[in-house]
């Protein structure tokens, strides 16, 4: 059973009220990331890209960065008003939206097989997973890419239950043709999985 605090961390205005607090900002990416996206997830200039659940849009602009054009979700209109005001759209690479995956109808523009890499960055655990990758393996070219970077709920060392639990990692590999996971942190607490292929 979910509990009132987790269903109040998952809704929209839970989101709305942090993202307007004063002070909230975000933390730099770090250059290994970044690095990490264009080594192992082939992400190349001129692909179509998606930051699912991109707050303030921090990765969606370095995606950018690297000649994605990019298009950052979220379903806190807050979040994406001030993602639009901290990035502009870098010469029409980037852009934000407003969108619930779980409760919106698709949006129009996601056709079958029209995008490169979609990416879930600290995202993933607050969809409906089974649902939402669905769609994506519909989104996905067939050499397409699905990023998900996470938190690793059993080596989170400060008790917190957050991110993903180590076995439903491993579970993303289910149906894709390739599975490649690396470890973000030196402890395995943040760990990326690369899937391409979404039929396999």
Known sequence: MTSPASL???????WD???AAPGASFEPIPLDEIRFLQDRAGAKLGQRAMDIGTGLGEWACQMAQVGLLVTGYDYS???IER???LHGSHGGMLRFELHDFDNDPIPPNLGTGNIDLISCRHSLHFLDQQRFIVDVRRWLHPDGVLLVTTAVTEKIGDGREIGMPDERVRALAQGWREYNRYDLAPDGSITAV???GPWG
């Open 17 to 19: 009220d942090m993202y």
């Open 83 to 85: 993602a639009r005001e």
């Open 77 to 79: 209109s807050v979040a």
């Open 194 to 196: 690369v899937l391409r």
């Open 8 to 14: 109040a961390h998952r809704s929209p205005a839970f």
